[in-house]
């Protein structure tokens, strides 16, 4: 397994942006397919986005497509999520996941590894 760290979250207004980051341990990162899950309370964790291990292919759940953009730099050990055009219902704990291929999925009981999240709040 591979240890994660997200950082970046905070409270923002809508509309506004935020940058998150998941520094992950270890040499093989780029073995591994991530992505960004998210979970509000009282909600199930739902899939927000996800990127090969080349960063050639990427993912992106249909409430978020066009305002967030997933990336990754392989030389950092760093996946990111740049995210726009935030609205209140983009609250939730975001929290980023490694699964050991090459392929990312939309499914969290693919991914091996989690992160401890990072809240995100976007005020109206």
């Known amino acids: 397994q591979v240890q994660l760290v997200e950082s970046g979250g905070g409270l923002v207004q809508a509309g506004g942006s935020l940058r998150l980051s998941c520094a992950a341990d270890?040499?093989?990162?780029?073995?591994?397919?991530m992505g960004w899950f998210r979970q509000a309370p009282g909600k199930e964790r739902e899939f927000v986005a996800a990127i090969n291990w080349s960063g050639r292919r990427t993912y992106y759940a249909d409430s978020v497509k066009g305002r967030f953009t997933i990336s990754r730099d392989n030389a950092k050990n760093t996946v990111y999520l740049q995210m726009n055009s935030l609205k209140p219902e983009d609250t939730a704990v975001y929290s980023c996941?490694?699964?050991?291929?090459?392929?990312?999925?939309?499914?969290?009981?693919?991914?091996?590894?989690w992160g401890q999240g990072t809240q995100v709040t976007v005020s109206s």
């Open positions: 996941a490694a699964r050991r291929s090459l392929v990312a999925t939309t499914t969290p009981y693919d991914y091996d590894s």
């Open positions: 270890g040499r093989t990162f780029s073995s591994y397919a």
